[in-house]
């Protein structure tokens, strides 16, 4: 038994992309521990909070609603990924890997969020 966002490789992959940036946020220095790591975490975690819970809703409206949010907190963590390469708390290796992996769930999100009817 599971639920149908499972299902959703965009649920997937937003999944993946939360425990990688945990993972990252682990190494930045310890005075970023209530900035950049905290806002870096929650931004990630929000994307698939949001596609989850868009799915559960009876309008096809209100869901591209919570893909949209899922949408910009992408964009969100990107900024962030911005930041910490700025700060040197990443490499140009990881950051790259990290904005390819954004820009891949953006870009399957935008694609799931068309498809759903208004």
Not at 40 to 57: T, V
Request: with cysteine.
């Amino acid at each position: 038994m599971k639920f149908k966002f499972e299902d959703l490789i965009i649920w997937q992959k937003s999944m993946d992309l939360g425990e990688e940036m945990h993972t990252m946020v682990l190494k930045f220095p310890k005075n970023e521990v209530y900035n950049l790591s905290s806002q870096l975490k929650r931004a990630a975690d929000s994307i698939a909070l949001n596609i989850s819970e868009g799915s559960i809703l009876q309008s096809g409206a209100e869901y591209r609603r919570f893909l949209g949010y899922a949408i910009r907190s992408i964009a969100e963590v990107v900024t962030c990924l911005h930041k910490a390469k700025r700060r040197n708390y990443i490499v140009e290796s990881d950051f790259l890997k990290c904005y390819k992996d954004c820009f891949d769930v953006m870009n399957m999100t935008i694609a799931f969020r068309n498809k759903i009817k208004h």
